[in-house]
Structures are given as structure tokens and as C-alpha cells.
């Protein structure tokens, strides 16, 4: 079963950030948090995961909270191609459990 | 290069039918899965293998049979083809570890049973 929270959908204009929060309050010590998304019809794909610290990559910024029970996914400039269905997942790496994740709309 | 192929990618089938689908990865990834994502858009993890060895087999139909020749290949082939299974069916990979950069997905398999 999924271990996190996420709002069903948010918007966002283009070319500002988008934040996206989840919560997983039953995380465990050795539990990654995990982002991916889904773009209409395509496979999933990877974006970022953390355990403890912030985390950056080309494509997104991971920021966990001390107490690792909320984080939050940024997209710095978002484009219209952002628009997908983010997950956020808690886990281990030979077993990610996909939840009902968020609709990321990228307003024009 | 696709990293992660499966095929086909669009199969129709009537009821009661065998059918494989085929996947290959050529990332050098040493664990591959199959999810399910059905008709409400939720993914599930059906099968994991790891070096060849199934690792994780999830409430599937003993309908569903993962085969994996060998690191890179992990088909699964599905008996007495029911209306429920159709769906999207991802194939995945990733190298678990100290190397794990996430997991690659193939592009899907739609299959439709009629």
C-alpha cells in the first residue's frame, strides 16, 4: 500500500515553479522518498530520490523535511511539457508501490 | 537506443487465448519488473527478478508467468486471457544499490481482451 499523501491536482503557470508536497508521516529510517511521473500514455519516469538531504538534479530540486515526514518536489521553471501525474513514493529501491500521485496542470 | 523495449505494443485478444509480451533492457540493470496499470490509471508491481531470480511475486493469477532468460530479458506470458487483464502492462529496470539511478520503463503494452 502507499505510504504518502498527495493533493489530487494542482496548476501552475508556466515559467514559474512548481512545488509539489507530499506527505509520508510513517516513513522509516531506512525508507527513500522517491518522485516520478507520468506523462499521457507514456511510461513513468524517474526524477529524483532522497533519504535525508536536500537533493538536486537537471530536472527537479528534493526537499525533505528534518523530520522526514513531508517533502516537496520542485520544478523551477515549469513548462507545458511538465503537465504529467507526479508520484511521490516511499520505499526501497527494489520496490516502488505507485499511489494515486498528483495532476501537475501547466497553465499557458 | 531504447533502453527499455517491450513488444508488442498494442495486442488484441479474445478471451481464452496465450499470449507474451517481450521485454529487453540494454542499460546493464540487474533487477527488471513488470507493473499493471489498469483502467483508473493505478500502477501496480506484479513481478520483480533479480540476476535471473524472481524476487517479488505480488497477488498475481498463477495465470501470469514471468520468464527471464537471462539479465536483460524478463517476458511474461499470460494464460486464459480474461477480460479483467486488460490494461497497460509497464516493464521496468533499475541496478539496485549503491548504482541505483531509478527506474527505466518501457514505453507499455496495451492489451485489450474481448
Known amino acids: 500500500d502507499a505510504k504518502t499523501t498527495q493533493p489530487p491536482s494542482m496548476d501552475c503557470a508556466e515559467g514559474r515553479a512548481a512545488n509539489l508536497p507530499c506527505n509520508h508521516s510513517?516513513?522509516?529510517?531506512?525508507?527513500?522518498v522517491y518522485w516520478y511521473r507520468q506523462i499521457h500514455s507514456q511510461g513513468p519516469q524517474y526524477i529524483i530520490h532522497?533519504?535525508?538531504n536536500n537533493e538536486t538534479n537537471e530536472m527537479a530540486s528534493l526537499i525533505i523535511t528534518e523530520d522526514r515526514k513531508s517533502s516537496t518536489l520542485i520544478l523551477p521553471h515549469a513548462t507545458l511539457r511538465d503537465t504529467a501525474v507526479y508520484y511521490c513514493i516511499v520505499g526501497r529501491d527494489d520496490k516502488i508501490i505507485f499511489g494515486k500521485g498528483t495532476r501537475l496542470h501547466i497553465l499557458p | 537506443d531504447t533502453a527499455v523495449s517491450q513488444t508488442p505494443k498494442y495486442l488484441v485478444t479474445q478471451m481464452g487465448n496465450d499470449k507474451s509480451i517481450k521485454c529487453e533492457q540494454n542499460l546493464g540493470h540487474d533487477t527488471m519488473y513488470w507493473y499493471k496499470q489498469d483502467s483508473k490509471k493505478f500502477l501496480k508491481i506484479m513481478f520483480s527478478?533479480?540476476?535471473?531470480?524472481?524476487?517479488i511475486n505480488e497477488t498475481v493469477p498463477n495465470r501470469f508467468s514471468p520468464k527471464s532468460p537471462d539479465k536483460a530479458h524478463l517476458n511474461l506470458h499470460i494464460n486464459s486471457l480474461e477480460l479483467g487483464d486488460s490494461a497497460v502492462y509497464f516493464c521496468a529496470s533499475s541496478q539496485v544499490g549503491t548504482r541505483f539511478r531509478g527506474y527505466t520503463f518501457g514505453s507499455g503494452t496495451r492489451l485489450t481482451v474481448v
Open positions: 527478478y533479480n540476476n535471473k531470480e524472481l524476487i
Open positions: 510513517t516513513i522509516s529510517g531506512n525508507e527513500y
Open positions: 532522497g533519504l535525508k
